[in-house]
């Protein structure tokens, strides 16, 4: 298993423009510095240069990372550390990888991280297949709840973080339960995350129970059911709904009850 060859190139491309550009300004603010008093200059174009630096040094770890599987042992390749042979009695624990991509963690039996394998990585799916083939299945499937990961209470709705299996493959992905009485529905940490940034208007359930929305009021069309149920409220406050829709909002959060699900909600791993 291995980065693509674009992730390399694209951080290498970038801190190669960044080293021109910065050294550019840097040169021209030395150049000029008899003209002004002000180190402003200088500090942005030696600030851009030392970006572009790291991106080149970022690029070569994404190039050197690979991970190759035995039927004894994987041979471990990290981005900046030393390469390292790894028995496969030794994987102690795999776990979802809380990132944007989505893919496994794996360590050893005393908890040191041997690898991360995201689903865009070359050889993703034959990494899983080797270490699920290795290791129970119930350890990659069903992770407990992280214990540093409390839940959240407002005065209607109860929020729980708790990984969602997502795909064909059942990987898990970072999501939410939300609870209000007898209503209840799973979300996806980043559509919350997109809902309180108003990049979307309503954030739906996933799996196969009833649907469950958690909306702005100002996202439904007029004279809808959803509407008709939310014309009342606070433009800036989230409803939480649910099939039948007409029975009104199952939860309702406004002022610092939604600030604090929000700074709750950007504090979860996603």
């Known amino acids: 298993m291995e980065n693509r060859r674009w992730q390399s190139v694209l951080f290498r491309v970038l801190g190669i423009v960044f080293l021109v550009i910065g050294g550019f300004f840097t040169l021209v603010a030395v150049v000029e510095s008899e003209q002004t008093d002000s180190p402003a200059p200088l500090i942005a174009g030696a600030g851009i240069a030392v970006a572009g630096a790291l991106f080149v040094v970022l690029a070569m770890g994404i190039r050197r990372f690979r991970v ?3 039927d004894k042992h994987l ?14 009695t030794e994987i102690g624990s795999v776990r979802p990888a809380l990132n944007q991509y989505g893919g496994i963690d794996v360590r050893d039996v005393n908890g040191e991280k041997l690898f991360t394998a995201t689903t865009i990585n070359i050889g993703y799916d034959d990494i899983v297949a080797y270490v699920q ?15 540093d990961t409390p839940s959240w209470q407002g005065a209607t709705l109860r929020a729980e973080w708790l990984p969602l299996p997502r795909g064909r493959k059942g990987i898990l992905q970072p999501g939410v339960l939300l609870t209000a009485g007898k209503v209840a529905g799973q979300m996806d940490t980043r559509e919350i995350v997109d809902l309180l940034n108003h990049r979307v208007g ?3 359930s996933t799996g196969s129970g009833p649907l469950v929305f958690l909306c702005w009021p100002d996202s439904a069309s007029p004279g809808s059911t959803v509407w008709e149920s939310t014309k009342d409220l606070p433009p800036e406050s989230l409803a939480l709904l649910a099939d039948p829709m007409d029975r009104g ?7 610092t009850e ?3 699900f929000s700074e ?5 791993p996603r």
């Open 68 to 70: 190759e599987a035995f």
């Open 75 to 88: 041979t471990i390749r990290p981005w900046f550390r030393a390469t390292r042979v790894v028995a496969a």
């Open 133 to 147: 083939e290795r290791f129970p299945r119930q350890q990659t499937t069903t992770p407990a709840v992280p214990g």
């Open 202 to 204: 309503v954030a739906e």
């Open 249 to 255: 909002a199952a939860a309702v959060l406004t002022g």
């Open 258 to 260: 939604l600030m604090d």
């Open 264 to 268: 709750w909600i950007m504090a979860l």
